[in-house]
């Protein structure tokens, strides 16, 4: 146990390392790594979908006979984990990337389309500058507009946002509450005209321009205010026109009363002008003679 944990190990004097036999491994030896798939694929004897990311013990050798500018290319080799079907694939250090070479299909991402097209248009461009000064003259000339307009537009942002950085807290808050205060003050003028609105609308009894509206049924009949009679003076008259007095004052009665019942008239007939009815003073003195007879 001493022995393992030591620094420094005997090595005798007379130690040749190279008389140490060597043992001889192929070139294409095959190494168990583990590693994570780098993209996603469905297994094509299954169809199961395994995601970017899933660990597997892989084995990894090189690929005879294929190299890109003197970089190695591998191949890995691991098993679906649902029906152990051997997958292969092997690194593009072309592209950066990895190829699936059997057992399995690469799912579609879109942004590798988007890559392809770029990459596309840039070797297409290298080549129509390639014989003619004037396209590249033209295509400096595009980019140099872009990025102008780039920069306009950074500038632009920096403004704004400096624009907003002014602005605190505490302005934003001063600005609500002014604007809240503005609303119910509206708000109370328009109730306010509101109701001075429906105050005109109203006419009262004793303004001047109220109307009193006279029911056409009450017109019809007699007058509903009594007209005052003056009282007559004491003087001794005719009988007759005490009577005539009277039934005055009957119908008067009648009609404030409102009835439509016809009071009794008192006519007084003269058979002969010559004969005149005594008058209140001499029927006293007749009735004062015949109580002295008695």
């Given amino acids: 146990m001493g022995e393992r944990k030591v620094v420094n190990k005997y090595h005798p004097p007379d130690f040749d ?17 583990r590693m994570m798939l780098p993209m996603s694929i469905r297994c094509g004897t299954c169809g199961n ?21 003197g970089i190695n290319i591998f191949r890995f080799y691991f098993k679906c984990p649902k029906c ?4 292969t694939f092997k690194t593009d ?3 950066s990337d990895y190829t699936v ?10 942004w590798r389309d988007q890559d392809e097209a770029a990459e596309n248009e840039k070797r297409k461009r290298d080549a129509e500058e390639m014989g003619d000064a004037m396209k590249s003259l033209e295509n400096k000339a595009v980019d140099s507009k872009k990025d102008m307009d780039i920069l306009a537009a950074l500038e632009e942002m920096r403004s704004m946002k400096s624009r907003h950085a002014t602005v605190s807290f505490e ?43 006279i029911d056409e049924d009450r017109m019809e009949g007699p007058s509903s205010l009594p007209v005052p009679v003056k009282p007559k003076s004491s003087s001794l008259g005719k009988p007759t026109d005490t009577l005539t007095s009277a039934s005055t004052c009957s119908k008067s009665a009648g009609t ?23 008058n209140g003073l001499q029927t006293l003195c007749a009735t004062y003679e015949s109580d002295e007879s008695e």
Avoid: W
């Fill in 171 to 213: 302005d934003m808050l001063e600005t609500l509450k002014h604007s809240s205060q503005q609303k119910e003050e509206n708000a109370s003028e328009e109730l306010d005209e509101q109701d001075e609105a429906l105050i005109k609308s109203i006419v009262f009894h004793n303004s001047k321009d109220y109307v009193r509206y």
């Fill in 101 to 110: 070479e059997s057992g399995a299909s690469r799912n579609f991402e879109p």
């Fill in 256 to 278: 404030r009363a409102g009835s439509t019942i016809i009071m009794p008239k008192f006519e007084l007939k003269v058979e002969n002008e010559s004969k005149k009815p005594p």
């Fill in 93 to 95: 250090p072309q592209n």
């Fill in 49 to 69: 979908y395994i995601y970017k990311g899933t660990k597997f013990n892989s084995r990894k050798e090189d690929v005879v006979g294929e190299t890109y500018l």
């Fill in 17 to 33: 390392p190279a008389k140490i036999p060597r043992r001889r491994q192929p070139n294409n030896k095959q190494l168990n790594v």
């Fill in 84 to 87: 152990s079907a051997e997958i």
